[in-house]
């Protein structure tokens, strides 16, 4: 059972500024939210119904809708913005 994986147009902004080989990883810990959406060492956010996996000292940001078999990649930051709306 396979995840799908959307990337909001702000995350795919913020993915589009980091430079490699950063990004490469980022990338690689995106693709394997399909497979697993709650990896080891994965959060669940409090005060919104959002999940962060860390990838250095970059954070993704997203949310998981088991129903459709869906992870959307809300965000993708340094970890000292990332969290600010």
Known sequence: MSYQIL??????????????????RIIQAIRSLAKQPRPPGARKLTGREAWRVRVGSFR???EIHDPQLLVLVIDVGDRKEVYRT
Do not use: G
């Not at 795919?12 to 980091?18: G, M, T, Y």
């Open 60 to 62: 993704v940001i997203y």
């Open 7 to 24: 990337i909001e147009r702000r995350a795919q902004r913020s993915l589009s500024k980091i430079v490699n080989p950063a990004r490469d």
